[in-house]
């Protein structure tokens, strides 16, 4: 299983979401006090994050970050990179902290389209 046993301030085992491949996440438990952002301006954005986790997603490993717990999740128009913990024993199905590092305008599916320079 793609995730390290790490310990919270209640001394009870949460686990850190590593990986260096993507790792399908199941529809998941999430309060949404629950999700950490890095910036205010990101908080308008979280309820399409809290969609994807609750209704299951993908998280892709983003290879810039090299910590191999960072990962990027797809909304319909956001792209989250994140740190997922999940609760111990429950097979990533509920999620006990989310940390936004960041969020920007999703790009997914967008063609660019150039026209000739005529001379």
Same mark, same amino acid.
């Given at each position: 299983?793609?995730?390290?046993? &790490?310990?919270?301030?209640?001394?009870?085992? +949460?686990?850190?979401?590593?990986?260096?491949?993507?790792?399908?996440?199941?529809?998941?438990?999430?309060?949404?006090?629950?999700?950490?952002?890095?910036?205010?301006?990101? &908080?308008?954005?979280?309820?399409?994050?809290?969609?994807?986790? +609750?209704?299951?997603?993908?998280?892709?490993?983003?290879?810039?970050?090299?910590?191999?717990?960072?990962?990027?999740?797809?909304?319909?128009? +956001?792209?989250?990179?994140? &740190?997922?913990?999940?609760?111990?024993?429950?097979?990533?199905? &509920? #999620?006990? +902290?989310?940390?936004?590092?960041?969020? #920007?305008?999703?790009?997914?599916?967008?063609?660019?389209?150039?026209?000739?320079?005529?001379?």
């Amino acid at each position: 299983m793609p995730v390290v046993k &790490k310990l919270n301030q209640q001394t009870q085992t +949460r686990l850190l979401l590593e990986g260096g491949d993507p790792i399908d996440l199941p529809p998941a438990e999430i309060e949404d006090s629950n999700v950490l952002v890095q910036f205010d301006k990101f &908080k308008p954005f979280i309820a399409e994050l809290l969609t994807e986790l +609750r209704e299951g997603t993908l998280a892709e490993p983003v290879a810039v970050m090299n910590d191999g717990s960072t990962f990027a999740i797809h909304g319909d128009t +956001r792209t989250f990179w994140v &740190k997922i913990w999940h609760a111990a024993g429950t097979d990533l199905t &509920k #999620i006990d +902290r989310v940390q936004v590092i960041s969020c #920007i305008p999703s790009t997914r599916g967008m063609q660019v389209m150039v026209d000739p320079i005529e001379e």
